[in-house]
């Protein structure tokens, strides 16, 4: 009876620092766009954790891959005096929005962060030398999905190059599967286009998409870049236009597509289908990409609330939890991901997992680990946008390659 008092006092007392600390009231709401079933079950694991730590969860879940939708939204709820505690925002935004004045500092929670992060990352998570954005894990850009049944049905092989690729892709048609599972939105012909960009190799895109030069964006290369992508299209099934990527994922989970050029969250719609990389699905570097890496980093970034300027508790707290080595494991296991923190074992992931580690350690010391123009890592929005715009017009139409290249460079050089 005694010690049953003690602990409930204990308890009590408890609860009142928490109160005092302005816990246990408060409430987080969070923007952000991870709606398909493995992104779903990847935020669960953090709006989890914080309500373990005593934080209300207001979810603001805005649907549409990676993100357009949600972007809008959120520039309207800062706009009317709303902004959420957190949102998922990356690459230069994260700049734009700390030019805003509108962000808090979080360098409190961030004090070893710098040791434990690729260096372009930590970099991309400051403003003026302070920190203002957590990351929750890398994403590999360039990776091509396919169903193991319908390879092993056609006696294929993962092709490491584009011939390859094509006859596979013929076998495929000849089996009577979609070689190519495609959503006809414009980030995913970007996806596409950018992963054939890097197939020319890592000069090649870093000139082309990095320094925006000319002669490369107007080279025979280039025109190459916008054929390949032009036959690629030829292999999509006729329902493409507007599919969302889950369920072009979702074809090739089922084997109806025979494979998928997608950023490594596909992977958690395999895995929240219960397939198996090896077994039910492969994961292979797109054709020409195994020695370059591009990526995207999901990151959150705080907003004042109640016009003060310094972080909350729960805000500091949510970042500290992000980043935590528990949390990065069980995230990027739900995600597809690797964990962006290089201290976390890798000994519970999957092949795919361990492969795209050592590539991104590989490419970071081989300078081929690039941020992904296609997922607003790369250039400013405007830039991007434009890009965008050539890119998905070109899918879309009957456009000639050289017409193609000759809007590339048109639509670069007014920005
Ligand atoms: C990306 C994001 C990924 C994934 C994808 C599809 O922008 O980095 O985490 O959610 O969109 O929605």
Redesign the pocket.
């Known amino acids: 009876m005694k010690r049953h008092l003690t602990s409930m006092a204990a308890a009590a007392a408890l609860l009142v620092a928490g109160m005092h600390a302005g816990h246990a009231a408060e409430a987080l709401s969070v923007l952000h766009?991870?709606t398909?079933g493995g992104?779903s079950k990847a935020i669960r694991v953090l709006k989890d954790d914080m309500s373990k730590q005593g934080y209300e969860w207001k979810d603001f879940a805005v649907a549409g891959?990676?993100?357009t939708a949600a972007m809008t939204a959120l520039k309207t709820q800062v706009i009317s005096g709303n902004a959420p505690s957190a949102a998922q925002i990356?690459g230069p935004l994260i700049q734009d929005w700390a030019d805003q004045g509108v962000l808090v500092t979080i360098d409190q929670a961030a004090t070893d962060w710098k040791s434990h992060l690729p260096a372009p990352i930590d970099q991309a998570m400051k403003s003026g030398g302070h920190y203002v954005a957590v990351p929750f894990s890398v994403?590999r850009i360039n990776w091509l999905w396919i169903n193991k049944a319908d390879l092993d049905k056609v006696g294929g092989q993962p092709p490491t190059t584009w011939p390859e690729f094509f006859a596979l892709a013929d076998k495929f048609r000849a089996a009577g599967i979609t070689p190519v599972a495609h959503g006809g939105q414009p980030w995913q012909d970007m996806t596409i286009w950018e992963t054939v960009v890097l197939s020319q190799g890592a000069e090649f895109y870093r000139k082309a998409l990095i320094d925006l030069d000319q002669k490369t964006l107007t080279s025979p290369q280039m025109v190459q870049v916008f054929e390949t992508v032009q036959k690629i299209r030829s292999y999509f099934d006729k329902a493409y236009h507007g599919r969302d990527?889950n369920l072009a994922t979702a074809m090739v989970i089922s084997g109806s597509g025979g494979m998928q050029f997608m950023?490594d969250?596909a992977k958690g719609e395999f895995l929240n289908a219960n397939k198996k990389a090896d077994v039910d699905f492969v994961c292979a570097p797109a054709p020409g990409t195994a020695q370059a890496f591009t990526y995207?980093a999901?990151a959150f970034v705080f907003f004042q609330q109640n016009g003060k300027k310094d972080a909350t508790p729960g805000q500091l707290a949510m970042a500290r939890t992000i980043m935590s080595p528990a949390f990065q494991e069980q995230f990027s296991l739900n995600?597809g991901s690797i964990p962006v923190r290089l201290d976390v074992p890798m000994d519970k992931f999957d092949s795919c997992a361990k492969k795209s580690r050592a590539d991104e350690q590989a490419t970071l010391k081989s300078g081929s680990f690039f941020p992904s123009l296609a997922?607003g890592e790369l250039q400013s929005p405007v830039t991007a946008g434009a890009i965008t715009d050539v890119v998905t017009t070109f899918m879309n139409s009957n456009e000639d390659a050289k017409e193609g290249v000759r809007k590339l460079a048109a639509a670069v050089q007014v920005k």
């Open positions: 766009w991870w398909s992104e891959g990676s993100g990356k994403h990527w950023g969250w995207t999901d995600k997922f």
